[in-house]
Each structure stands twice: as structure tokens, then as C-alpha cells.
């Protein structure tokens, strides 16, 4: 942790105050806790025995200990900012508080869905907004998880969205216009932010904000029935049971072209919802299956941000 009581029992913040003298406390659950300074982990206040504290964790990495920092850094010359806000009511520490009502969480690790669900659900209950950066071991790759999903965020400007934060190359990564293929492939856009460079506040709007509007294009999966055809070969559960509809239909999917397909990417889905939105999506998913059921040349696939979708063709 970045911050303890002081003897006074006043915030003590080590990136304010790079030498503490005296004893010091944790904010959440008031044990002792000891300055700590070494050449792995930046310094930082760790508890002197080992009790259980529902608030602070002991396993803290040094890339989420040096991302705070940075994060702190670039808002508090712009915003009114609270590093590591301990906030009892919901039992829970916000990794930044920005004035008074944004809970900015960085998330370097894995965490099981249902405590992301209860943790974002418990923000705003309380009337806190929350958004979650996340760190290298959670970045989006050539899939998309399921942990991934309750990342996500939308806007009918960016589509769904998620924000990375790099550490080695200090910059904050905007991944958006995300879609999937059939096959299971991440699809998107990229804005690059260099740590400390724009107001982070306006940068952290922008999904929402009036904007250019990005797509891109992509050309059709040929080999898509093929593709198909090996995952019922292998009784992959998904296109079994894609099939099972199918002959319930009285189709077959194993006699489908790729033109059948169209379009062959798509916006994500979840069954148990999102946990970042509360939209209904209900609409965009309507629009977007019609927009390219209209569509008149199938040999490629224009991404376009949501708001392109509900508009007339």
C-alpha cells in the first residue's frame, strides 16, 4: 500500500512524502504496518503481522504499486484525487478516488466473475462510478474471455471498449470497436495515450464524446465452412450444439457457404449479461443483424461504431 495513518491519524501518502518517520497504521482494518523499501517493489507500507485485513492486500505487485503511482500523478495536478480511498461503507478501497465520485481500479491479476459483478454492483449502489484499467497478465489478445466481457464497456461512438494500462512502455491503451468472428478471433481498434501527456479525465471520455468516427474492414473467411466442418469433426460443444438448432430448423450447417455465414463478425455476446453496462442492447443487436442483412457486397465486412448501425441505409 502507498498510504497509512500517521500517529496523528491523517493520511500519510508516500507519493507525496517519500520519507515517513514514526508508526503508522492501515486505513481499512488499523493494524501496524511497516515502511518498506527495496529494489524490486517501490517503496511502500506493508502490515508488521500477518492478520487478516479485508481491505489491503499483501500480495500487491510492483507493476500495481508503480501503475497507481502513475495513474496519481498525471490527475493530481488536473483533478482532486485520492490514492488507495478506503471506503468503509462498502467495505472496499478504491485504487484512485477522482473527485469524490469516480473509482478508477487498476486490475493486474485474474478475479473470478462474481466478485467483479459484486464489486462494480456494490460502486454504484453507493452512487460511485467505476472504471476498470487493466493490467499486462489481463489484456485482451486473440480472444475474448469471459472475464474479458464483464470488462467491456459501450458507447454508440467506440461500440464495446476496455482500457489497458502498459507499464514498461508507460502508455494507456484504448482497445474498442470490438467485435468477434465465428471462429472465435478478436476484432478491433487501438488509441494509444502516453502517461501524463492530455488531461486523463477527457481521455477516459472519449469513448462517449463527439468524435470521427473510426471502422474498418475486413475481408470474408473463405475457408469458413471448412473451418466448421473440422469443429463438428471434433465435437466441439459450441458447433454441436449450433448444429443441434440447425436440424431442428431442418437445416444443416455442414451445407452452408461462406456467403450463408454473412456476416461472419459479430458483435460480442453474453449470456449472463455485462457487468460494465447497463444499456439494453437488445436494439443494437437488432440494427446491426439488419444493416448487414441489407448489405449488397458480402466478399468483405465494414466494422462500424454502433451509431452508424441505427441510422437509415
Not at 507493476?63 to 493530481?76: A, D, G, M, P, V
Not at 467491456?152 to 468477434?180: A, C, Q, T, V
Not at 478491433?188 to 470521427?212: M, S, Y
Not at 469433426?233 to 454441436?240: A, D, R
Request: charged content about 25%.
Amino acid at each position: 500500500m502507498l498510504v497509512a495513518l500517521d500517529e496523528d491519524r491523517q493520511i500519510f501518502n508516500l507519493l507525496e512524502n517519500p520519507a515517513p518517520q514514526g508508526r503508522y497504521s492501515c486505513p481499512g482494518c488499523g493494524g501496524l504496518v511497516r515502511y518498506k523499501s527495496g529494489k524490486v517493489l517501490r517503496s511502500h507500507f506493508a502490515h508488521v503481522t500477518l492478520r487478516d485485513c479485508h481491505y489491503f492486500s499483501e500480495n500487491e505487485s510492483a507493476q500495481h504499486l508503480s501503475l497507481k503511482s502513475c495513474l496519481y500523478s498525471w490527475l493530481i495536478n488536473a483533478e482532486q484525487v485520492e490514492l488507495e480511498k478506503c471506503l468503509p461503507q462498502i467495505g472496499q478501497v478504491a485504487d484512485l478516488l477522482v473527485n469524490d465520485h469516480l473509482a478508477v481500479e487498476v486490475q493486474c491479476s485474474s478475479l473470478p466473475i462474481s466478485r467483479l459483478q459484486v464489486r462494480t454492483q456494490t460502486y454504484r449502489e453507493s452512487g460511485y462510478q467505476v472504471l476498470w484499467l487493466l493490467g499486462k497478465d489481463l489484456w485482451l489478445k486473440e480472444r475474448l474471455t469471459n472475464l474479458h466481457k464483464q470488462f467491456l464497456s459501450f458507447s454508440m461512438n467506440m461500440g464495446f471498449h476496455l482500457w489497458e494500462l502498459d507499464n514498461e512502455k508507460k502508455e494507456l491503451r484504448l482497445r474498442y470497436l470490438i467485435h468477434e468472428d465465428l471462429r472465435g478471433k478478436v476484432h478491433g481498434l487501438t488509441k494509444v495515450f502516453p502517461f501524463g501527456q492530455g488531461n486523463l479525465l477527457d481521455i477516459l471520455r472519449l469513448p462517449f464524446a463527439k468524435q470521427t468516427l473510426s471502422s474498418m474492414t475486413c475481408p470474408m473467411d473463405e475457408d469458413l465452412p471448412r473451418y466448421i466442418a473440422q469443429q463438428l469433426y471434433y465435437k466441439s460443444p459450441k458447433w454441436l450444439a449450433l448444429q443441434a438448432e440447425a436440424y431442428g430448423r431442418g437445416e444443416n450447417l455442414l451445407t452452408k457457404t461462406a456467403f450463408d455465414w454473412y456476416p461472419h463478425i459479430r458483435l460480442p455476446r453474453s449470456a449472463i449479461g455485462f457487468a460494465q453496462i447497463r444499456q439494453d442492447l437488445t436494439p443494437i443487436y437488432q440494427a446491426f443483424d439488419l444493416f448487414y442483412d441489407k448489405a449488397k457486397d458480402k466478399r468483405k465486412q465494414i466494422l462500424y461504431p454502433p451509431i452508424i448501425y441505427r441510422k437509415p441505409m
